[in-house]
Nanobody, 114 residues
Framework: QVQLVESGGGLVQAGGSLRLSCAAS????????MGWFRQAPGKERELVAV???????NYADSVKGRFTISKDNAKNTVYLQMNSLQPEDTAVYYC????????WGQGTQVTVSS
């Protein structure tokens, strides 16, 4: 099994930055893909960014150029650097990892005020 612990959420003003972290433990050798999803109030969960075991990345169009996903293999940790935050980025952000099954972090709240 894999366990995920998220941190880094908070309240920022428009134009500010936050850095989210997600540390994985357990059977981490089986992880194929790590990524971030978010869910805004009244909306479905959507993919924000993913990074493969080889380091290739993909982003939602809405965050491309503003967010950067990265990982530290030695620490089994994935990060999401969020710059130029806007009120529409307000959501609960969830860390996600894929093995033969999917695992989810507990979620961390990001709130952007105007």
């Amino acid at each position: 099994q894999v366990q995920l612990v998220e941190s880094g959420g908070g309240l920022v003003q428009a134009g500010g930055s936050l850095r989210l972290s997600c540390a994985a433990s357990g059977r981490t050798f089986s992880i194929n893909v790590m990524g971030w999803f978010r869910q805004a109030p009244g909306k479905e969960r959507e993919l924000v960014a993913v990074i493969s075991s080889a380091g290739t990345t993909n982003y939602a169009d809405s965050v491309k150029g503003r967010f950067t996903i990265s990982k530290d293999n030695a620490k089994n940790t994935v990060y999401l650097q969020m710059n130029s935050l806007q009120p529409e980025d307000t959501a609960v952000y969830y860390c996600h990892v894929r093995t033969i099954v999917n695992y989810w972090g507990q979620g961390t709240q990001v709130t952007v005020s105007s």
